[in-house]
T-cell receptor, first 115, second 110 residues
Framework: NAGVTQTPKFQVLKTGQSMTLQCAQD?????MYWYRQDPGMGLRLIYY???????DKGEVPNGYNVSRLNKREFSLRLESAAPSQTSVYFC??????????????FGDGTRLSIL | QQPVQSPQAVILREGEDAVINCSSS?????VHWYRQKHGEAPVFLMI?????EQKGHEKISASFNEKKQQSSLYLTASQLSYSGTYFC???????????FGQGTRLTINP
């Protein structure tokens, strides 16, 4: 079982370049999430999608856009990369019923460096 | 609204016990615990719902004190495989977002 698949695993960009991080899940989950992880900061939510066709901002959405392409796929786009966006990015998926969050399943992460 | 974890880091010898705490300033609906090994993705451990329940997972258990708005993760007779960073995530009552703490780094030495 693949679970949550993220591509690419590593990427180096120059300031001002754009790129899209891809995420796909095969668990038929309704909800999907994008987090960034920086040393000492934990996991911070960038954007999430509660269901196909909906997206909402998380704690740190500035500089990012997302697309929920279908139930399986949720992409994260950096339009004009900045060094402050150097981080490890994780995609996750789960079921959520109201406040009842079920376990989140994480991808292996994308290590992104902005020079 | 980020929960606060303590301690930030702990170093133990194999076989010793550890307690990791997670506190919130708001009333909680649920607390979630995850473990992340270096260079890997976070992995789910357990969820605790309001009601003061306690759960166990091998030699790892947790409690949720709804009145104190805090949860504690207990690791007994720690093994080398328990090393990693532990994150708590909280869902505040009335909210619909899961927010993670900053993590507690646990190092188990032989």
């Amino acid at each position: 079982n693949a679970g949550v698949t993220q591509t690419p695993k590593f990427q180096v960009l120059k300031t001002g370049q754009s790129m899209t991080l891809q995420c796909a899940q095969d668990m038929n989950h309704n909800s999907m999430y994008w987090y960034r992880q920086d040393p000492g900061m934990g996991l911070r939510l960038i954007y999430y999608s509660a269901s196909e066709g909906t997206t909402d901002k998380g704690e740190v959405p500035n500089g990012y856009n997302v697309s929920r392409l279908n139930k399986r796929e949720f992409s994260l786009r950096l339009e004009s990369a900045a060094p402050s966006q150097t981080s490890v990015y994780f995609c996750a998926s789960s079921e959520v019923w109201g406040q009842a969050y079920q376990p989140q399943h994480f991808g292996d992460g994308t290590r992104l460096s902005i020079l | 609204q980020q929960p606060v974890q303590s301690p930030q880091a702990v170093i133990l010898r194999e076989g010793e016990d550890a307690v990791i705490n997670c506190s919130s300033s708001k009333a909680l609906y649920s607390v979630h615990w995850y473990r992340q090994k270096h260079g890997e993705a976070p992995v789910f451990l357990m969820i605790l719902l309001k009601g003061g329940e306690q759960k166990g997972h091998e030699k790892i258990s947790a409690s949720f004190n709804e009145k104190k708005q805090q949860s504690s993760l207990y690791l007994t007779a720690s093994q080398l495989s328990y090393s990693g960073t532990y994150f708590c995530g909280t869902v505040i009552q009335g909210a619909q977002k899961l927010v993670f703490g900053q993590g507690t780094r646990l190092t188990i030495n032989p």
